[in-house]
Protein backbone atom coordinates (compact mmCIF):
# COMPACT_ATOMS: atom_id res chain seq x y z
CA UNK A 1 0.00 0.00 0.00
CA UNK A 2 1.24 3.53 -0.89
CA UNK A 3 2.11 5.47 2.06
CA UNK A 4 3.69 8.81 2.94
CA UNK A 5 4.69 9.24 6.58
CA UNK A 6 5.45 13.06 7.93
CA UNK A 7 7.22 14.30 11.19
CA UNK A 8 6.61 15.73 13.30
CA UNK A 9 3.20 16.11 13.10
CA UNK A 10 3.84 19.40 14.86
CA UNK A 11 6.43 22.17 15.93
CA UNK A 12 6.93 25.79 17.24
CA UNK A 13 10.01 27.40 16.11
CA UNK A 14 11.18 31.10 17.27
CA UNK A 15 10.78 33.79 14.28
CA UNK A 16 14.39 33.69 12.88
CA UNK A 17 15.10 30.00 13.20
CA UNK A 18 15.56 27.26 10.99
CA UNK A 19 13.61 24.24 10.96
CA UNK A 20 13.31 20.89 9.14
CA UNK A 21 10.58 18.65 8.34
CA UNK A 22 10.67 14.82 7.39
CA UNK A 23 9.06 12.57 4.87
CA UNK A 24 8.71 9.07 4.34
CA UNK A 25 7.24 7.02 1.65
CA UNK A 26 6.76 4.02 0.44
CA UNK A 27 5.32 4.65 -2.91
CA UNK A 28 7.14 2.58 -5.76
CA UNK A 29 8.28 3.03 -8.81
CA UNK A 30 8.19 6.69 -8.14
CA UNK A 31 7.43 8.94 -10.17
CA UNK A 32 7.85 12.58 -8.62
CA UNK A 33 7.35 13.94 -4.47
CA UNK A 34 6.01 17.27 -3.98
CA UNK A 35 6.12 20.17 -0.92
CA UNK A 36 2.65 22.00 -0.45
CA UNK A 37 1.92 24.92 1.99
CA UNK A 38 -1.30 24.69 3.78
CA UNK A 39 -2.47 28.28 5.40
CA UNK A 40 -5.44 27.78 7.55
CA UNK A 41 -8.89 27.99 5.67
CA UNK A 42 -6.72 27.93 3.00
CA UNK A 43 -6.38 25.52 0.10
CA UNK A 44 -2.47 23.98 -0.88
CA UNK A 45 -0.28 25.82 -2.51
CA UNK A 46 2.87 24.21 -4.09
CA UNK A 47 6.18 25.16 -2.69
CA UNK A 48 8.70 22.69 -5.10
CA UNK A 49 8.22 19.33 -7.38
CA UNK A 50 11.02 16.69 -7.68
CA UNK A 51 11.56 13.93 -10.00
CA UNK A 52 13.71 10.84 -9.74
CA UNK A 53 16.84 12.27 -10.63
CA UNK A 54 16.51 15.75 -8.10
CA UNK A 55 18.70 15.99 -5.08
CA UNK A 56 17.41 19.24 -4.11
CA UNK A 57 15.50 22.21 -5.18
CA UNK A 58 15.15 25.27 -3.14
CA UNK A 59 12.22 28.60 -3.21
CA UNK A 60 13.35 31.32 -1.64
CA UNK A 61 13.95 30.40 1.99
CA UNK A 62 12.02 26.90 1.64
CA UNK A 63 14.65 23.64 0.29
CA UNK A 64 13.71 20.24 -0.54
CA UNK A 65 16.19 17.28 -0.65
CA UNK A 66 14.95 13.88 -1.69
CA UNK A 67 17.29 10.53 -1.31
CA UNK A 68 15.32 8.22 -4.03
CA UNK A 69 17.35 5.28 -2.36
CA UNK A 70 16.03 5.49 0.87
CA UNK A 71 12.70 7.27 -0.31
CA UNK A 72 13.01 10.20 2.11
CA UNK A 73 12.25 13.75 1.50
CA UNK A 74 12.75 16.33 3.92
CA UNK A 75 11.83 20.35 3.71
CA UNK A 76 14.45 22.94 5.57
CA UNK A 77 12.81 26.22 6.55
CA UNK A 78 15.70 29.13 6.57
CA UNK A 79 15.42 31.88 8.83
CA UNK A 80 11.48 31.12 9.65
CA UNK A 81 9.33 34.17 9.63
CA UNK A 82 5.73 34.60 11.32
CA UNK A 83 3.79 33.66 7.65
CA UNK A 84 5.60 30.53 7.68
CA UNK A 85 3.06 29.45 9.79
CA UNK A 86 0.64 26.66 8.03
CA UNK A 87 0.64 22.99 7.46
CA UNK A 88 3.18 21.28 5.14
CA UNK A 89 2.37 18.27 3.03
CA UNK A 90 4.19 16.36 1.21
CA UNK A 91 2.54 14.61 -1.85
CA UNK A 92 4.06 11.18 -3.75
CA UNK A 93 3.33 10.24 -7.32
CA UNK A 94 3.95 6.57 -8.39
CA UNK A 95 4.20 5.84 -11.71
CA UNK A 96 1.84 2.97 -11.58
CA UNK A 97 -0.51 4.75 -9.16
CA UNK A 98 -2.87 6.39 -12.39
CA UNK A 99 -4.36 9.54 -11.59
CA UNK A 100 -3.83 9.39 -7.52
CA UNK A 101 -1.60 10.87 -5.53
CA UNK A 102 -0.69 9.94 -2.12
CA UNK A 103 -0.92 12.32 0.54
CA UNK A 104 1.20 12.60 3.92
CA UNK A 105 -1.00 14.11 6.74
CA UNK A 106 1.54 17.17 6.91
CA UNK A 107 3.42 18.90 9.62
CA UNK A 108 1.96 22.20 11.63
CA UNK A 109 4.68 24.76 11.78
CA UNK A 110 3.95 27.26 14.02
CA UNK A 111 6.29 30.47 14.23
CA UNK A 112 6.47 32.40 17.16
CA UNK A 113 7.67 36.33 17.44
CA UNK B 1 -5.44 35.90 -13.41
CA UNK B 2 -8.36 33.83 -11.93
CA UNK B 3 -7.16 31.04 -9.49
CA UNK B 4 -9.82 28.33 -8.77
CA UNK B 5 -12.64 29.11 -7.42
CA UNK B 6 -15.52 26.93 -4.95
CA UNK B 7 -18.57 27.70 -3.51
CA UNK B 8 -20.09 28.01 -1.20
CA UNK B 9 -17.04 28.45 1.25
CA UNK B 10 -19.45 26.98 3.95
CA UNK B 11 -22.28 25.02 4.14
CA UNK B 12 -23.90 23.52 7.25
CA UNK B 13 -26.97 20.87 6.63
CA UNK B 14 -29.15 18.74 8.72
CA UNK B 15 -28.09 15.06 8.36
CA UNK B 16 -30.37 13.58 5.70
CA UNK B 17 -30.36 16.49 3.46
CA UNK B 18 -28.74 16.51 -0.04
CA UNK B 19 -25.97 18.99 -0.58
CA UNK B 20 -24.16 19.98 -3.86
CA UNK B 21 -20.49 21.49 -4.25
CA UNK B 22 -19.39 23.46 -7.36
CA UNK B 23 -16.06 24.23 -8.62
CA UNK B 24 -14.72 26.63 -11.04
CA UNK B 25 -11.29 26.03 -12.42
CA UNK B 26 -8.60 27.89 -14.08
CA UNK B 27 -9.47 28.47 -17.57
CA UNK B 28 -7.55 26.00 -19.66
CA UNK B 29 -7.36 23.53 -17.34
CA UNK B 30 -8.40 20.07 -18.64
CA UNK B 31 -7.91 18.38 -15.50
CA UNK B 32 -10.42 18.50 -12.22
CA UNK B 33 -9.92 16.72 -8.85
CA UNK B 34 -11.89 16.45 -5.65
CA UNK B 35 -10.44 15.53 -2.13
CA UNK B 36 -12.05 15.82 1.17
CA UNK B 37 -9.86 16.62 4.01
CA UNK B 38 -10.94 15.87 7.24
CA UNK B 39 -9.77 17.97 10.07
CA UNK B 40 -6.36 17.87 11.58
CA UNK B 41 -5.73 15.02 8.51
CA UNK B 42 -4.10 14.81 4.81
CA UNK B 43 -5.98 15.17 1.67
CA UNK B 44 -8.04 12.17 0.47
CA UNK B 45 -8.47 11.85 -3.05
CA UNK B 46 -12.10 11.44 -4.17
CA UNK B 47 -12.37 11.70 -8.16
CA UNK B 48 -10.35 13.02 -10.93
CA UNK B 49 -11.94 14.39 -14.32
CA UNK B 50 -9.56 14.84 -17.78
CA UNK B 51 -11.27 15.91 -20.54
CA UNK B 52 -13.45 13.85 -21.80
CA UNK B 53 -12.21 10.53 -20.72
CA UNK B 54 -14.19 8.90 -18.18
CA UNK B 55 -13.27 10.22 -14.56
CA UNK B 56 -11.34 7.95 -12.48
CA UNK B 57 -13.94 7.35 -9.19
CA UNK B 58 -11.84 4.80 -7.19
CA UNK B 59 -11.59 7.40 -4.46
CA UNK B 60 -15.36 8.07 -3.86
CA UNK B 61 -16.04 6.59 -0.22
CA UNK B 62 -20.03 5.41 -0.81
CA UNK B 63 -22.36 5.48 -3.87
CA UNK B 64 -23.94 8.81 -1.58
CA UNK B 65 -21.10 10.67 -3.58
CA UNK B 66 -21.26 11.59 -7.26
CA UNK B 67 -19.52 14.50 -9.11
CA UNK B 68 -19.86 16.08 -12.75
CA UNK B 69 -18.55 17.85 -14.94
CA UNK B 70 -19.40 19.94 -18.01
CA UNK B 71 -16.91 19.75 -20.59
CA UNK B 72 -13.28 21.51 -19.36
CA UNK B 73 -15.40 24.00 -16.67
CA UNK B 74 -17.07 23.72 -13.76
CA UNK B 75 -17.57 20.54 -12.00
CA UNK B 76 -20.33 19.50 -8.88
CA UNK B 77 -19.33 17.29 -6.56
CA UNK B 78 -23.00 16.26 -4.91
CA UNK B 79 -23.42 14.25 -1.55
CA UNK B 80 -26.93 12.44 -1.46
CA UNK B 81 -28.43 11.87 2.34
CA UNK B 82 -25.58 13.32 3.89
CA UNK B 83 -23.98 11.57 7.41
CA UNK B 84 -22.30 13.43 10.36
CA UNK B 85 -18.89 11.92 8.85
CA UNK B 86 -19.32 13.82 5.75
CA UNK B 87 -18.45 16.93 7.60
CA UNK B 88 -14.71 17.94 6.24
CA UNK B 89 -13.45 20.37 4.02
CA UNK B 90 -13.53 19.55 0.24
CA UNK B 91 -10.86 20.50 -1.87
CA UNK B 92 -10.90 21.18 -5.87
CA UNK B 93 -7.91 21.37 -7.83
CA UNK B 94 -7.01 21.57 -11.64
CA UNK B 95 -3.96 21.18 -13.44
CA UNK B 96 -3.41 21.75 -16.91
CA UNK B 97 -3.45 18.23 -17.77
CA UNK B 98 -2.01 15.89 -20.28
CA UNK B 99 0.29 13.93 -17.23
CA UNK B 100 -1.73 11.61 -15.90
CA UNK B 101 -2.65 12.97 -12.99
CA UNK B 102 1.19 13.87 -12.08
CA UNK B 103 1.32 17.68 -13.00
CA UNK B 104 1.53 20.61 -10.76
CA UNK B 105 -2.18 21.15 -9.33
CA UNK B 106 -3.58 24.50 -8.17
CA UNK B 107 -5.96 24.18 -5.41
CA UNK B 108 -9.32 26.10 -4.44
CA UNK B 109 -9.76 27.21 -0.94
CA UNK B 110 -12.37 24.54 -0.13
CA UNK B 111 -15.93 24.30 1.06
CA UNK B 112 -16.35 23.75 4.86
CA UNK B 113 -18.96 21.22 4.92
CA UNK B 114 -20.81 20.93 8.48
CA UNK B 115 -23.57 18.01 8.68
CA UNK B 116 -25.44 18.58 11.96
Known amino acids: KNQVEQSPQSLIILEGKNCTLQ??????????LRWYKQDTGRGPVSLTI?????NTKSNGRYTATLDADTKQSSLHITASQLSDSASYIC????????????FGGGTRVLVKP | GAGVSQSPSNKVTEKGKDVELRCDPI?????LYWYRQRLGQGLEFLIY????????KSGLPSDRFSAERTGESVSTLTIQRTQQEDSAVYLC??????????????FGPGTRLTVL
Open chain 1, 91 to 102: VVSGVAAGNKLT
Open chain 1, 23 to 32: CNYTVSPFSN
Open chain 2, 49 to 56: FQGNSAPD
Open chain 1, 50 to 54: MTFSE
Open chain 2, 93 to 106: ASSPGGSGGRGEQF
Open chain 2, 27 to 31: SGHTA
